[in-house]
């Protein structure tokens, strides 16, 4: 069963910092790889989809890396700003067709200004 | 475009209370789900639908039901509401190509249910 694992569950940074949200995974077989963005009370907000073939997917400040190999994927966030504080959620899709994403329990950011 | 949209999104039941929770998509979307997230445990299928017609169980379906009449509406049903089934329910769409290939999640903003 595949299980996806995110640590650490809290992070607080100083605004400026670049820093790293790391997503790991007990299958590396996996389909594709999805980051997303939940504010308190809110929905989630896709960030980065990065297919099993490719090895990173990079959108403005934000860059997804992974290694199916050893079965993880990072986030990076430059320069970070408060307005970056948030859940951060990891979620695998095993395969292609019906399988359903297997999510983290995500990664709580804070930006302190 | 709307993307997915969730109502109501706040709802208050008491036990062995009835109720649905729409969700519907305008992004033509063939595959839709029901999660349900709960504080510290992550998020959690409870069915989804691969087309209009067809619906399949996730890993939590006990206490629900859904249907799927069209490609747009996806509503989830809690026909004896339990102070178990108390938390934020997001439901989300994808795209999934004849060939297999899948693309990104767009979830709806969920909705927050209490059973008291």
């Known amino acids: 069963k595949q299980e996806v694992t995110q640590i650490p569950a809290a992070l607080s940074v100083p605004e400026g910092e670049n820093l790293v949200l790391n997503c790991s995974f007990t299958d590396s077989a996996i389909y594709n790889l999805q980051w997303f963005r939940q504010d308190p009370g809110k929905g989630l907000t896709s960030l980065l989809l990065?297919?099993?073939?490719?090895r990173e997917q990079t959108s403005g400040r934000l860059n997804a890396s992974l290694d199916k190999s050893s079965g993880r994927s990072t986030l990076y966030i430059a320069a970070s700003q408060p307005g970056d504080s948030a859940t951060y959620l990891c979620a695998v899709k095993i395969s292609s067709g019906n399988t359903p994403l297997v999510f983290g329990k995500g990664t709580r950011l804070s930006v302190i200004a | 475009n709307a993307g997915v949209t969730q109502t109501p999104k706040f709802r208050i039941l008491k036990i062995g209370q009835s109720m649905t929770l729409q969700c519907t998509q305008d992004m033509n979307h063939n595959y839709m789900y029901w999660y349900r997230q709960d504080p510290g445990m992550g998020l959690k299928l409870i069915y989804y639908s691969v087309g209009a017609g067809i619906t399949d169980k996730g890993e939590v379906p006990n206490g629900y039901n859904v249907s799927r009449s069209t490609t747009e509406d996806f509503p989830l049903r809690l026909e004896l509401a339990a102070p178990s089934q108390t938390s934020v329910y997001f439901c989300?769409?994808?795209?999934?190509?004849?060939?297999?290939?899948?693309?990104?999640?767009?979830f709806g903003s969920g909705t927050r249910l209490t059973v008291v």
């Open positions: 990065i297919q099993s073939s490719q």
């Open positions: 989300a769409s994808s795209y999934v190509a004849s060939g297999g290939k899948s693309y990104g999640y767009t």
